[in-house]
T-cell receptor, first 111, second 113 residues
Framework: GQQVMQIPQYQHVQEGEDFTTYCNSSTTLSNIQWYKQRPGGHPVFLIQLVKSGEVKKQKRLTFQFGEAKKNSSLHITATQTTDVGTYFCAGSGSGNNRLAFGKGNQVVVIP | NAGVTQTPKFQVLKTGQSMTLQCAQDMNHEYMSWYRQDPGMGLRLIHYSVGAGITDQGEVPNGYNVSRSTTEDFPLRLLSAAPSQTSVYFC????????????FGAGTRLSVL
């Protein structure tokens, strides 16, 4: 089955610094989605990318979909304490009714 | 507009007991799904449904049953609870088109003793 892998699994980030988290798929994806889960909460949709090489920005967050549509990245600049949580990527293949989630990247922000 | 509602929020079961986790959505979404979340394992798909009367297995279906008699409701049944089913369970819904963007409920935290 389709697999989506995320690296790193854990990150400690100093407040004010930038960091990047990566997502890789074993197969070509029709789309990639990113979610954020705050501690004790539920996953919340952030963004979806569908085009090869697509880049989207949300304030301090930059999302990129690879040219081959097999990888994606999330880059956060000037990290704030509100960025703490686990970031998941998820993808599906063309015509696939199942969304495969990565194991997540748990981010701890050091004040 | 409540979104996705899950009940109960917390539950403790004894091994061998059965129970149903409830999930309801009011967004008229065709697609509904159940995930379990365990430390270090991410979100794993248990069962999903693309519409009323249609269900299919996900990645980890064993020990769970589902049915979809209406568009709004998608209950998850644990037939005979085992300690390995201790987990956080999330229900989600989405439109069938547009990439299956998932809207999650608040979750049910289940402990099986």
């Amino acid at each position: 089955g389709q697999q989506v892998m995320q690296i790193p699994q854990y990150q400690h980030v100093q407040e004010g610094e930038d960091f990047t988290t990566y997502c890789n798929s074993s197969t070509t994806l029709s789309n990639i989605q990113w979610y954020k889960q705050r501690p004790g909460g539920h996953p919340v949709f952030l963004i979806q990318l569908v085009k090869s090489g697509e880049v989207k920005k949300q304030k301090r967050l930059t999302f990129q979909f690879g040219e081959a549509k097999k990888n994606s990245s999330l880059h956060i600049t000037a990290t704030q304490t509100t960025d703490v949580g686990t970031y998941f990527c998820a993808g599906s293949g063309s015509g696939n009714n199942r969304l495969a989630f990565g194991k997540g990247n748990q981010v701890v922000v050091i004040p | 507009n409540a979104g996705v509602t899950q009940t109960p929020k917390f539950q403790v079961l004894k091994t061998g007991q059965s129970m149903t986790l409830q999930c309801a959505q009011d967004m008229n979404h065709e697609y509904m799904s159940w995930y379990r979340q365990d430390p270090g394992m991410g979100l794993r798909l248990i069962h999903y449904s693309v519409g009323a009367g249609i269900t299919d297995q996900g990645e980890v279906p064993n020990g769970y049953n589902v049915s979809r008699s209406t568009t709004e409701d998608f209950p998850l049944r644990l037939l005979s609870a085992a300690p390995s089913q201790t987990s956080v369970y999330f229900c989600a819904s989405s439109y069938q088109i547009g990439g299956l963007v998932q809207y999650f409920g608040a979750g049910t935290r289940l402990s099986v003793l």
